[in-house]
């Protein structure tokens, strides 16, 4: 984890300073922003792992920055930052592209472990070789970290990628939602399954050709998710 560059971007000073004195006792890189505008530039010149996002900033809302972060740059990782503990906030999070959140005050422990688990998740998500996943119309280059449908580019967020890998990997499985938190997210992820739910909805809507009536990943009732199982795709086929 050391070197790693976490961007915290909060418009309030002594919050901004706080986080950043505990990122660094963990031998983080810390960089901040008081603005989503400088946090925009920022990431245009530095290669950052992490951002640390607060909703509420002035001039353009951290919403918006997510946004842009995740069309620009799919394999950071983003961790939104609310005073609001109503669900729509960190729905409306998720929905822009967000990894994680939090609701502020929180414990800087916390949040040093959630950057962590994020962190875990990106670098597992980094191949060891060049192999490629094909699974029907679908291919997964795990050398460039590309996911593909009919040959055609879908950007994923580390946490979708991370998913849809652990679908196509296993086939007709059903997870649970627990299942998928403690595989994805991390056995220390402290959070509700509400993640899980909004992150496939996310993922149907790039993958399906109808997200209302979904072919590939299933819902099994009572129980969570799976991949479809269908003979009459190419599955598990892994190509060097």
Not at 122 to 134: Q, T
Request: charged share 35%.
């Amino acid at each position: 984890m050391k070197n790693k560059k976490i961007l915290v971007v909060e418009d309030e000073e002594s919050i901004r300073k706080f986080v950043k004195i505990n990122l660094e006792r963990e031998g983080f890189t810390v960089i901040e922003a008081e603005t989503g505008e400088k946090a925009l530039e920022i990431a245009e010149t530095e290669d950052i792992d992490v951002v640390v996002l607060d909703i509420m900033l002035p001039g353009i809302d951290g919403f918006q920055v997510c946004k842009e972060l995740r069309n620009k740059y799919s394999t950071i990782g983003i961790i939104m930052l609310t005073a609001k503990s109503q669900d729509v906030d960190k729905i409306m999070g998720l929905e822009y592209g967000t990894d994680d959140y939090m609701v502020k005050p929180f414990n800087p422990l916390e949040l040093v472990l959630r950057i962590k688990s994020l962190l875990r998740r990106i670098d597992a998500n980094k191949p060891e070789n060049d192999e490629i996943i094909s699974y029907g119309p679908f291919k997964i280059d795990k050398y460039s970290r590309q996911f593909f449908k009919d040959g055609r580019h879908i950007e994923l967020t580390p946490t979708e990628y991370s998913i849809i890998k652990l679908f196509i990997e296993n086939p007709g499985k059903a997870f649970t939602r627990d299942e998928i938190l403690n595989l994805v997210w991390g056995y220390d992820f402290v959070g509700d399954t509400k993640i899980v739910d909004v992150n496939i909805r996310r993922l149907r809507r790039k993958i399906e050709d109808d997200s209302k009536n979904p072919y590939y990943i299933e819902t099994v009732w009572g129980v969570g998710y799976r991949w479809r199982r269908d003979h009459n795709l190419s599955g598990g086929d892994y190509e060097k």
